[in-house]
């Protein structure tokens, strides 16, 4: 994830739980992942959990982005009414 994004979800993660909660669990679909991906072999069922992690985590992303696309529109329109 960009540090741009990183920032955001720092920034509004306790006033937004659903970000919060999505953000947690991209954190935990990447360890998990890392385990799979350290690994030289996996078995036929690893493999399967280790794509349907990668799919969570791919749909996880596209929320969060959903989310922060709103948050930087909504920071957009903050500033220039400050301006």
Same mark, same amino acid.
């Given at each position: 994830?960009?540090? %741009?994004?990183?920032?955001?979800? /720092?920034?509004?993660?306790?006033?937004?739980?659903? #970000? *919060?909660?999505? &953000?947690?669990?991209?954190?935990? =679909?990447?360890?998990?992942?890392?385990? =799979?991906?350290?690994?030289? &072999?996996?078995?036929? /069922? $690893? $493999?399967? $959990?280790? *794509?349907? #992690?990668?799919?969570?985590? #791919?749909?996880? %992303?596209?929320?969060?982005? %959903?989310?922060?696309?709103?948050? %930087?529109? *909504?920071?957009?329109e903050s500033n220039h009414r400050d301006m």
């Amino acid at each position: 994830m960009e540090k %741009r994004d990183l920032d955001l979800i /720092t920034k509004h993660e306790d006033q937004d739980p659903e #970000l *919060k909660r999505l &953000y947690q669990e991209h954190l935990e =679909f990447e360890e998990q992942l890392e385990v =799979f991906n350290k690994r030289v &072999y996996l078995s036929p /069922t $690893e $493999e399967l $959990e280790r *794509k349907t #992690l990668q799919k969570k985590k #791919l749909k996880g %992303r596209d929320q969060i982005e %959903r989310i922060l696309v709103k948050l %930087r529109q *909504k920071e957009k329109e903050s500033n220039h009414r400050d301006m």
